[in-house]
């Protein structure tokens, strides 16, 4: 679990530091929302705490959409904007679903070598 506590050190701890910065953390992120960020993970901030929310279908949705014979197809045949190790973000949520038998957020929760045999067996890995 991530300690939430980041910009909001006790006294007893700053004290040992005399040019520390009450609010240096205002204006950077914090260490769960970089963590977040590389997890997948959309953040809400308000304040100086963040909220994580797991909804990963925000991320599935930002991409444009291509057909399935296309991601097969070898790199050098790709769109530029399709990230090769993240093809199955650019399938519409039907060609996902008819390509891997579930639904992306059922996907994204497997653990990663799951995912990557799962894209190896079709195709997209």
Do not use: C
Not at 97 to 112: C, E, I, K, Q
Request: cysteine-free.
């Amino acid at each position: 679990m991530i300690s939430q506590s980041q910009g909001r050190e006790p006294p007893n701890f700053t004290g040992f530091f005399p040019h520390w910065k009450h609010t240096m953390w205002k204006s950077h992120k914090s260490f769960g929302a970089i963590m977040s960020a590389l997890e997948g993970k959309a953040i809400v901030q308000g304040g100086n705490s963040a909220v994580r929310s797991g909804n990963s279908a925000n991320q599935f949705d930002l991409h444009e959409k291509y057909p399935p014979a296309l991601l097969r197809g070898p790199k050098e045949h790709l769109p530029p904007d399709v990230n090769p190790l993240t093809k199955e973000l650019y399938l519409t949520h039907d060609d996902f679903v008819s390509t891997f038998n579930m639904a992306y957020s059922d996907f994204r929760v497997l653990p990663g070598w799951k995912q990557r045999e799962m894209k190896k067996a079709v195709g997209l890995f």
